[in-house]
């Protein structure tokens, strides 16, 4: 690659299912885009979605009733009442769209057919008659955390026939797909984001890409704990990191980290939550179902956040099954049988079978809690602005929308991506035709210069460092076991000081690969810092949130304190800066106001405050921030009687 610099209309950086849908809205309206990818965009971790996608159609028996209203009041409570209830009303509302429209670019959803079905629900086998009308629609299964069937699925390949259709049609609109680059560094003037400064992953070569718009959609930063993590490996965060080292981009809510219930052991592979959803359940060593007794109305459909704390729990209890990488649980969906798991659990089936050497309709499948999904990420309002510098956006995984807050339900990510991609990519387009691309050139040949002088400075180091990949693997040991599924004050110093070493010796690391061209060390070794100052600010997030919520749970404060914390965290952290600085912002506007989950513990200190006093603080603060442009933006889309209704 011999370009030092390029220009464009949209920069997307990042080629998942958020990414590819946010290029598409932009080049439909006659943009320029460019998509930056890792991989190759079927390559991408939007691949490995598999259980669903949540879209409130209503199509079977068990879903009647559903709407976008109970979404959205599911979505609500699954947050924990973390989430911005403007933009989970936004989402719920326009995840029926985005369903359909998949179906249009030619995903085979899993279909009603029409007649006597049989089930399994909570451990029993029923029958169903499904309306003959309805045969055809698309078809829901149960996922965790939610009040109706509403997960809409492609068998267990719901992310690989999503990514396909969706890049297809990326195809077909011509945007130019760069893939094996990688975006290192953001270029800004310290109000306006420029571009990105890129490296590519063939030749090592840097250059620069001028946009209008950019758009970060990188994924989540599950890599920063190591191996325990579901997460593909170029899950590491870069997208975050590179917003977090402008020092006036703000990340939010970087402590709110999800654990997944059923990874394989000891991979760690994800196991969909549709396998509990079509009617699977957890064993201990004795092979009791301990989710009966723990969660009698949810039981294994209890949220993920829930599910993976009393799995956790009963490991830490001696119930747990040993084995040489660790205790562990069982996973067994045997009484399905073979013909239900070779079609709509296909993808299962064929982990067990090539991880494990295992067939699931014989035997028990070895699961534990795994790091799974970052509901933290690049902070933005609900049109996909990034706080602090205009021009950038975020969506996916890579953002805090923030419609998920401590806790996300499944297959609201998989929706999230598309919903969000749409949504966002129109005011992306919007912002792009309103704004024009002249700009001080030198902002970004300095940027290119710094990208360039920080890789040779790593291959030119020399001495007794230690090595990345040692580094890294600490990151990962002290993540998991200190800044986990259970956290408390004294374990978080200490992750706090260790990962402040860790930042040392990054600084010091040597490298044994010396090659500027292919360089998988180098490659790794120019993202490292970033992951550990991502892992410094949810370690040092958590040690500050003295309350437990959604998957933030702190045992030394183990009750959720809406009078105290009904608050979303904000971090900003300037490269050259020793520590990262935090502040915090009201959740958003209330409409349903915080109670009981429906599951977990209903233990909570309640808020003091009206909610016409916390709403009328909320609008204040947005407006003395500048965040608040008209009445609207901050809620008049919600439909307060509708909500009230269905709530009671």
């Given at each position: 690659?011999?370009?030092?610099?390029?220009?464009?209309?949209?920069?997307?950086?990042?080629?998942?299912?958020?990414?590819?849908?946010?290029?598409?809205?932009?080049?439909?309206?006659?943009?320029?885009?460019?998509?930056?990818?890792?991989?190759?965009?079927?390559?991408?971790?939007?691949?490995?979605?598999?259980?669903?996608?949540?879209?409130?159609?209503?199509?079977?028996?068990?879903?009647?009733?559903?709407?976008?209203?109970?979404?959205?009041?599911?979505?609500?409570?699954?947050?924990?009442?973390?989430?911005?209830?403007?933009?989970?009303?936004?989402?719920?509302?326009?995840?029926?769209?985005?369903?359909?429209?998949?179906?249009?670019?030619?995903?085979?959803?899993?279909?009603?057919?029409?007649?006597?079905?049989?089930?399994?629900?909570?451990?029993?086998?029923?029958?169903?008659?499904?309306?003959?009308?309805?045969?055809?629609?698309?078809?829901?299964?149960?996922?965790?955390?939610?009040?109706?069937?509403?997960?809409?699925?492609?068998?267990?390949?719901?992310?690989?026939?999503?990514?396909?259709?969706?890049?297809?049609?990326?195809?077909?609109?011509?945007?130019?797909?760069?893939?094996?680059?990688?975006?290192?560094?953001?270029?800004?003037?310290?109000?306006?984001?420029?571009?990105?400064?890129?490296?590519?992953?063939?030749?090592?070569?840097?250059?620069?890409?001028?946009?209008?718009?950019t758009v970060i959609a990188t994924g989540g930063y599950g890599r920063i704990y190591g191996q325990y993590t579901s997460n593909a490996t170029i899950n590491e965060g870069t997208g975050a990191s590179i917003a977090l080292d402008t020092g006036v981009v703000a990340l939010g809510n970087m402590e709110a980290v999800?654990?997944?219930?059923?990874?394989?052991?000891?991979?760690?592979?994800?196991?969909?939550?549709?396998?509990?959803?079509?009617?699977?359940?957890?064993?201990?060593?004795?092979?009791?179902?301990?989710?009966?007794?723990?969660?009698?109305?949810?039981?294994?459909?209890?949220?993920?956040?829930?599910?993976?704390?009393?799995?956790?729990?009963?490991?830490?209890?001696?119930?747990?099954?040993?084995?040489?990488?660790?205790?562990?649980?069982?996973?067994?969906?045997?009484?399905?049988?073979?013909?239900?798991?070779?079609?709509?659990?296909?993808?299962?089936?064929?982990?067990?079978?090539?991880?494990?050497?295992?067939?699931?309709?014989?035997?028990?499948?070895?699961?534990?809690?795994?790091?799974?999904?970052?509901?933290?990420?690049?902070?933005?309002?609900?049109?996909?602005?990034?706080?602090?510098?205009?021009?950038?956006?975020?969506?996916?995984?890579?953002?805090?929308?923030?419609?998920?807050?401590?806790?996300?339900?499944?297959?609201?990510?998989?929706?999230?991506?598309?919903?969000?991609?749409?949504?966002?990519?129109?005011?992306?387009?919007?912002?792009?035709?309103?704004?024009?691309?002249?700009?001080?050139?030198?902002?970004?040949?300095?940027?290119?210069?710094?990208?360039?002088?920080?890789?040779?400075?790593?291959?030119?180091?020399?001495?007794?460092?230690?090595?990345?990949?040692?580094?890294?693997?600490?990151?990962?040991?002290?993540?998991?076991?200190?800044?986990?599924?259970?956290?408390?004050?004294?374990?978080?110093?200490?992750?706090?000081?260790?990962?402040?070493?860790l930042l040392d010796d990054c600084d010091h690391a040597v490298l044994r690969c010396r090659d500027r061209g292919v360089n998988p060390e180098l490659a790794f070794a120019l993202r490292l810092k970033g992951m550990l100052r991502l892992s410094m600010t949810v370690a040092r997030g958590a040690l500050a949130r003295?309350?437990?919520?959604?998957?933030?749970?702190?045992?030394?404060?183990?009750?959720?304190?809406?009078?105290?914390?009904?608050?979303?965290?904000?971090?900003?952290?300037?490269?050259?800066?020793?520590?990262?600085?935090?502040?915090?912002?009201?959740?958003?506007?209330?409409?349903?106001?915080?109670?009981?989950?429906?599951?977990?513990?209903?233990?909570?200190?309640?808020?003091?405050?009206?909610?016409?006093?916390?709403?009328?603080?909320?609008?204040?603060?947005?407006?003395?921030?500048?965040?608040?442009?008209?009445?609207?933006?901050?809620?008049?889309?919600?439909?307060?009687?509708?909500?009230?209704?269905?709530?009671?």
């Amino acid at each position: 690659m011999t370009e030092r610099l390029l220009a464009t209309d949209v920069l997307v950086i990042g080629g998942g299912l958020a990414g590819e849908r946010a290029a598409i809205e932009a080049a439909a309206a006659g943009h320029d885009v460019i998509i930056l990818s890792l991989v190759p965009p079927r390559r991408s971790h939007s691949c490995a979605a598999q259980g669903g996608m949540q879209a409130a159609l209503a199509n079977c028996v068990k879903a009647e009733g559903d709407g976008p209203t109970v979404h959205f009041l599911d979505t609500v409570r699954g947050s924990d009442w973390g989430a911005d209830q403007e933009v989970a009303n936004i989402f719920a509302e326009e995840a029926v769209v985005a369903v359909r429209e998949l179906a249009h670019y030619g995903v085979p959803w899993t279909r009603v057919r029409g007649g006597k079905n049989k089930y399994f629900i909570k451990g029993d086998e029923v029958e169903i008659d499904e309306a003959l009308e309805n045969d055809g629609l698309i078809m829901h299964r149960d996922f965790g955390g939610t009040a109706k069937w509403r997960a809409c699925y492609a068998a267990a390949g719901t992310g690989h026939a999503a990514l396909y259709a969706v890049d297809s049609e990326v195809v077909r609109l011509g945007i130019t797909v760069r893939d094996r680059t990688e975006a290192v560094a953001l270029i800004h003037d310290g109000s306006r984001c420029l571009g990105a400064i890129v490296r590519c992953l063939r030749t090592g070569a840097h250059f620069a890409v001028m946009a209008r718009a950019t758009v970060i959609a990188t994924g989540g930063y599950g890599r920063i704990y190591g191996q325990y993590t579901s997460n593909a490996t170029i899950n590491e965060g870069t997208g975050a990191s590179i917003a977090l080292d402008t020092g006036v981009v703000a990340l939010g809510n970087m402590e709110a980290v999800q654990f997944h219930p059923t990874t394989l052991s000891p991979s760690g592979i994800l196991v969909t939550e549709g396998c509990r959803g079509d009617g699977g359940y957890l064993l201990d060593k004795n092979l009791n179902r301990f989710m009966v007794e723990r969660e009698p109305e949810k039981q294994e459909l209890a949220s993920r956040d829930v599910v993976s704390r009393h799995m956790a729990q009963v490991m830490r209890d001696g119930d747990g099954v040993d084995s040489p990488y660790g205790p562990h649980l069982w996973l067994d969906i045997r009484h399905l049988g073979e013909e239900h798991l070779r079609t709509k659990l296909l993808e299962v089936w064929d982990i067990c079978r090539d991880f494990v050497g295992i067939n699931p309709a014989e035997k028990l499948i070895p699961v534990r809690p795994t790091q799974h999904y970052s509901m933290g990420g690049i902070r933005v309002n609900k049109d996909g602005q990034a706080y602090g510098l205009a021009g950038l956006f975020a969506v996916g995984e890579a953002a805090c929308w923030d419609m998920h807050g401590f806790n996300r339900l499944g297959g609201n990510s998989l929706a999230e991506t598309l919903v969000a991609g749409r949504v966002v990519g129109q005011r992306v387009a919007e912002y792009a035709a309103g704004t024009d691309l002249r700009s001080n050139t030198g902002y970004v040949f300095d940027a290119l210069a710094q990208a360039e002088q920080t890789a040779a400075d790593w291959l030119a180091r020399s001495g007794a460092g230690r090595s990345i990949y040692e580094i890294r693997d600490d990151m990962g040991e002290i993540m998991m076991h200190k800044v986990g599924i259970f956290r408390n004050g004294d374990e978080l110093e200490q992750a706090v000081a260790e990962l402040g070493q860790l930042l040392d010796d990054c600084d010091h690391a040597v490298l044994r690969c010396r090659d500027r061209g292919v360089n998988p060390e180098l490659a790794f070794a120019l993202r490292l810092k970033g992951m550990l100052r991502l892992s410094m600010t949810v370690a040092r997030g958590a040690l500050a949130r003295t309350e437990s919520r959604g998957a933030h749970y702190r045992m030394d404060y183990p009750l959720r304190n809406d009078r105290d914390w009904l608050s979303r965290t904000l971090v900003t952290w300037a490269a050259d800066a020793s520590e990262p600085v935090f502040s915090y912002e009201p959740t958003g506007i209330i409409d349903v106001a915080p109670g009981y989950r429906g599951y977990g513990a209903d233990e909570r200190i309640e808020m003091t405050a009206t909610l016409e006093e916390h709403n009328a603080d909320v609008v204040e603060q947005q407006a003395r921030l500048g965040r608040l442009q008209t009445t609207e933006e901050m809620g008049t889309r919600l439909r307060r009687g509708a909500w009230q209704d269905v709530a009671r």
